[in-house]
């Protein structure tokens, strides 16, 4: 929420690209939201928004270069950069596929307030998001545990902890009004299995995975879902050297599952 990493602001799903939104890949039955920042690590953040239709649509979200996107679902994108959110606005297009781009900065929740406003104006409200941040891995400082200062760890607790905060906060009054809705963060294996040399990352992937959870709990019983998805592969083709690599459509399916199977509250993709 496509395969890029860039720690901050701009979305992605997971990488493809150096920065941007990279070849991110989303459907939904209704808008498709997509946030994404320039930091590193093998995060995205996207979100959906929901159709002008008085019933909301299922969702379908996933990373990938504009694969076989089902028709007749909308999307929306939220990125800093304006020129490749209009190009893959053009690619989703050219798939018969409503779209619209939105540039805003996670890091500016103001900003990424009023983009999502802007979607839900737009495409009638916001039945699902989807938050994935991430960045290139030669932009990102990263730490081992005894040499983590707090400043190390603040810029990605920035990225992923508080801008998935405030993109929550902008679109889950209105689905608790409706009684439905769907909120998919997505993140590193490292928030569930920690690797030493990822320190100061790991700590602040933890913290987003710990609130999603708990924020699971607490929609329960409300039509809302919330869940958690922990990816311990590389995206695409390029990754370093020895890291595991997966392709999107392999990574796809976790979000669907946790949109239609909504007791679930976290799916772990590793090969």
């Known amino acids: 929420m496509s395969a890029t990493a860039e720690p901050g602001p701009e979305a992605e799903f997971v990488r493809s690209g150096p920065q941007g939104v990279g070849d991110l890949t989303v459907t939904c039955s209704t808008p498709f939201l997509m946030v994404s920042h320039p930091h590193g690590f093998p995060a995205k953040d996207s979100l959906c928004p929901a159709s002008p239709s008085s019933e909301p649509a299922p969702v379908w979200a996933w990373p990938s270069p504009v694969p076989s996107a089902p028709k007749g679902f909308d999307v929306a994108l939220i990125a800093r950069n304006r020129d490749k959110l209009n190009d893959l606005v053009g690619r989703l297009d050219a798939e018969g596929i409503t779209a619209a781009a939105f540039p805003a900065d996670v890091l500016d929740h103001d900003a990424l307030t009023q983009a999502l406003k802007d979607a839900a104006t737009r495409f009638g409200g916001i039945d699902v998001l989807e938050y994935s941040p991430g960045g290139s891995l030669e932009s990102t400082p990263l730490t081992a545990p005894s040499e983590t200062n707090p400043s190390d760890v603040q810029w990605a607790m920035d990225i992923l902890l508080y801008g998935a905060i405030a993109a929550t906060r902008a679109v889950l009054p209105v ?92 799916r772990v993709f590793t090969v």
């Not at 294996?189 to 699971?216: C, E, F, K």
């Not at 390029?238 to 999107?248: Q, R, T």
């Open 175 to 266: 689905m608790r009004e409706a009684g439905a809705g769907t909120l998919l963060y997505t993140n590193g294996a490292g928030s569930v299995d920690p690797t030493p040399m990822l320190g100061n990352l790991n700590a602040a992937q933890a913290a987003l995975r710990n609130w999603v959870l708990s924020l699971h709990k607490e929609l329960a019983g409300t039509g809302i879902q919330a869940a958690h998805v922990a990816i311990g592969v590389w995206i695409g083709t390029d990754g370093p050297p020895g890291v595991p690599v997966a392709s999107a459509d392999e990574v796809a399916p976790l979000y669907w599952d946790l949109h239609t199977q909504r007791d679930e509250v976290e």
